[in-house]
């Protein structure tokens, strides 16, 4: 794009600062390793010895937003989670076992289609009001 920022297939774009933008809103900034929700939460990533950020809370490793590393078979925006799984850009996590979360809704689908709904505590963590 003529200011320096790249647009990718899945609608995200990578301003020529480093800020990644989701189609969504989310952003990640390259420089510090911040990741905002759409909703306003963030979270501190870290640098791995591969130099991808990964985050604490669980949400995984960055994925190849800027063309860098990051798996060919993951859609753009996606990456795949220190556990096995994969988050794609919209914050959906995909369990290795078939159970997915949805950070946006809190929405836990079990591979048997059963539904649980995440209520966020007051610190913004997803919680269940169940024990499963």
């Known amino acids: 794009m003529p200011d320096g920022s790249v647009k990718h297939p899945d609608g995200s774009t990578t301003r020529a600062d480093g800020l990644w933008v989701s189609k969504s809103g989310d952003t990640l ?23 991808e950020w990964t985050f604490p809370d669980g949400k995984g ?16 925006g996606a990456h795949k989670n220190v556990d096995g799984s ?7 996590t995909k369990y290795l076992n078939g159970d997915s979360f949805n950070d946006n809704t809190g929405l836990f689908t079990y591979a048997d289609g059963t539904v649980v709904q995440a209520v966020k ?12």
């Open 86 to 92: 994969t988050t794609t850009a919209d914050g959906i």
């Open 61 to 76: 490793s960055q994925g190849d937003e800027k063309g860098s590393g990051g798996s060919d078979t993951l859609p753009e």
């Open 121 to 132: 505590d007051a610190d913004g963590t997803w919680g269940y009001p169940d024990v499963k």
């Open 29 to 51: 900034d390259n420089a510090t390793g911040i990741y905002t929700f759409s909703t306003g939460e963030s979270v501190q990533g870290v640098k791995n010895s591969s130099g």
